[in-house]
């Protein structure tokens, strides 16, 4: 079974940091593309940052460019986000996501339609006080 497990979430305040993990398994690393997605209270769900195994590329959404840091840890199957000069507006809950493809700029095709997700993970909360 594929599995997508996150962790990390939490409580800050404004200018904090946070880091998310997480756990990929059940299926192979490097055919997909790996990264995070959110959803604020009464907002649609939008991809925050991502990384395309197939090209070697990050995507970043404008609002968290620079602030935010996507890695991975091939040994362990996982993914982080380093997330730094939090403010109140990235208060979500973050969901790990993966997509199998082998396409170029995957990343930033994704972010936008999260129906083109195959695989997600359970969310983690992250609350930004002010």
């Known amino acids: 079974d594929v599995q997508l497990q996150a962790s990390g979430g939490g409580s800050v305040q404004a200018g904090g940091s946070l880091r998310l993990s997480c756990i990929a398994s059940?299926?192979?690393?490097?055919?997909?593309?790996i990264g995070w997605f959110r959803q604020a209270p009464g907002k649609g769900r939008v991809g925050v940052s991502c990384i395309n195994r197939y090209d070697a590329t990050t995507y970043y959404a404008a609002s968290v460019k620079g602030r935010f840091t996507i890695s991975t840890d091939n040994a362990k199957n996982a993914v982080y986000l380093q997330m730094n000069s939090l403010k109140a507006e990235d208060t979500a809950i973050y969901y790990c996501a993966a997509v199998a493809a082998k396409t170029e700029d995957l990343c930033a095709q994704v972010a936008p339609y999260p129906a083109l997700v195959h695989y997600w993970g359970q969310g983690t909360q992250v609350t930004v006080s002010s």
């Open positions: 059940g299926f192979t690393f490097d055919d997909h593309a």
